[in-house]
């Protein structure tokens, strides 16, 4: 009886749970086994390991093989475990020495010459190998990113058989670490661009300093879906953990790392799965993708109000669980919602030609396709008109705004993460009156303007919030009156739109 346990990892989400390849070879029948899969991932997995093992000129081992992936319960996908099966059965039938195998992870996948190649998630099992201090051996595809990874061991071989040959040498050569190129940074619209529209500007600002939602209503034409874009270009570089995380999420797409905060912009006919997270893997959606950056819902009257509801709870708790029939998983989803819409269908509502021919009807279903409790967990909200034609064509600045700027954003959210540990869009409510430090007669104020206006809770401690960024930007530690009067001009798109009521 032949025994051999190789060590190597699943994927879960974003997380890398340890797998146990145990490989029994008995005597009996020559017969193939694969247990703790379903059995199309059984079949495929037979076929592909036997043909890379007979490829390589290695020698298949002619007993009763079983192989049990432990723990059985917990659901495997995927032919990342081609690899250690592999050298489990050359462990078991004493072609590989055991000791080859000690404090040594393996994941990839075989093709039927014996090639290795490279399978999605391996960032996350990079991490969790690296944590549990093992070496970590995968195809050379993609090796110098893993290698990137503080402390991390990577071992990359072309082939099976050149793997065989690496574990056995005294001293294998491991991949180096930074020998990967940076990853690169996205490059967005400057602010400059933004002609005749200074109030846009300002929630912008606005927007990127305290990392606010913002909701946009114009005609068409007036620079909204250029704003939304030249948001991302404001936020200064993540946080270590935000930008790994994002790595993760794209690690387990299959996209290649970006530097920086990510813009996403999905259609509108696009499903809750696919904005939400789902498919029959549960993998993440477009919410998680814009993690740390920036999701953009153009037109957003067009979505379907069953998939703009969804985004309720990540709005407020920055993470999402997506559930399926054998899947649960959570993925973060802290992102900066930038929603557009036009007045009306045809979008020329209060326009000064008056070329709007849409009924009160049809305006007030156009505008209540998004819902109340959804817009107002957005912080700003901006009406939008036409610029002037002559601002439209005067000549650019000089040097690029957004580069200026980031620099100032930057300076006032390392103060928030100084003063609360996060930026003023994710403070609670009693901790933003606490940051807030008004004083009584303001407190006063506020109480009135609160009753006038006939805010709900959440709504007014959203301009709790917007007020503290004004006064962070005024590089004042007090809110004073004229920030929270601002702060409740972002209050909301006008109500009333071609004489209709909203």
Not at 64 to 79: D, H, R, W
Not at 320 to 340: G, K, M, N, S
Request: proline letters at 8%.
């Amino acid at each position: 009886m032949h025994l051999a346990f190789i060590e190597t990892r699943s994927q879960a989400g974003i997380s890398a749970p340890p797998v146990t390849v145990e490989v029994h070879l008995s005597a009996g029948l020559p017969a193939f086994q694969v247990v703790g899969v379903t059995d199309a991932a059984s079949r495929e997995i037979r076929s592909r390991v036997r043909s890379a093992i007979v490829s390589s000129h290695l020698k298949w081992p002619d007993f009763n093989i079983t192989i049990n992936l432990s723990p059985t319960e917990q659901v495997k996908q995927g032919a990342r475990f081609d690899l250690p099966i592999a050298i489990g059965l050359l462990v078991a039938s004493n072609q590989l020495p055991r000791e080859t195998i000690e404090h040594r992870e393996f994941l990839g996948e075989l093709s039927l010459d014996g090639s290795l190649r490279p399978c999605h998630g391996a960032l996350s099992a990079t991490l969790s190998a690296t944590d549990a201090k093992h070496m970590l051996c995968v195809a050379p595809d993609g090796a110098a990113q893993l290698a990137s990874v503080p402390g991390s061991r990577i071992l990359a071989a072309t082939d099976l058989l050149s793997l065989c040959a690496a574990l056995q040498a005294r001293e294998p050569a491991l991949v180096k670490p930074g020998s990967d190129p940076l990853a690169p940074t996205p490059h967005y619209p400057d602010l400059s661009q933004l002609r005749g529209q200074p109030f846009l500007c300002r929630a912008l600002e606005l927007a990127a300093a305290g990392g606010h939602h913002l909701l946009m209503c114009g005609p068409p034409g007036v620079g909204k879906t250029l704003a939304a874009s030249v948001l991302p270009g404001l936020l200064p570089p993540l946080q270590p953990k935000t930008q790994q995380q994002i790595w993760l999420i794209r690690d387990l797409m299959g996209l290649p790392r970006v530097s920086g905060p990510t813009f996403r912009a999905p259609h509108h006919s696009s499903s809750i799965a696919a904005l939400i997270g789902g498919t029959a893997r549960a993998t993440p959606g477009e919410i998680s993708m814009a993690h740390g950056g920036v999701l953009f819902l153009d037109e957003v009257t067009e979505f379907p109000r069953a998939v703009l509801n969804q985004l309720r709870q990540p709005l407020e708790s920055g993470d999402i669980t997506v559930i399926r029939a054998q899947h649960q998983y959570r993925y973060p989803a802290r992102f900066q919602l930038v929603a557009a819409m036009n007045p009306c269908p045809c979008g020329q509502a209060d326009s000064e030609d008056g070329g709007c021919r849409c009924s009160p009807d049809i305006i007030r279903r156009y505008r209540q396709s998004v819902s109340g409790p959804l817009t107002d967990r957005i912080d700003l909200h901006v009406t939008l008109t036409k610029p002037p034609p002559e601002q439209l064509l005067s000549p650019p600045p000089e040097r690029r705004l957004s580069a200026h700027l980031m620099q100032r954003i930057a300076s006032v959210q390392a103060h928030q993460y100084e003063r609360q540990g996060c930026l003023n869009r994710d403070l609670s409510g009693e901790r933003a009156l606490a940051v807030c430090a008004l004083s009584a007669t303001t407190r006063a104020r506020f109480i009135e303007a609160l009753a006038s206006l006939s805010l709900s809770a959440r709504s007014a401690h959203r301009r709790l919030r917007v007020a503290r960024t004004l006064a962070d930007l005024d590089g004042m530690e007090d809110v004073s009156m004229a920030h929270l009067n601002t702060a409740l001009s972002f209050r909301e798109t006008p109500t009333e739109v071609g004489g209709v009521k909203g």
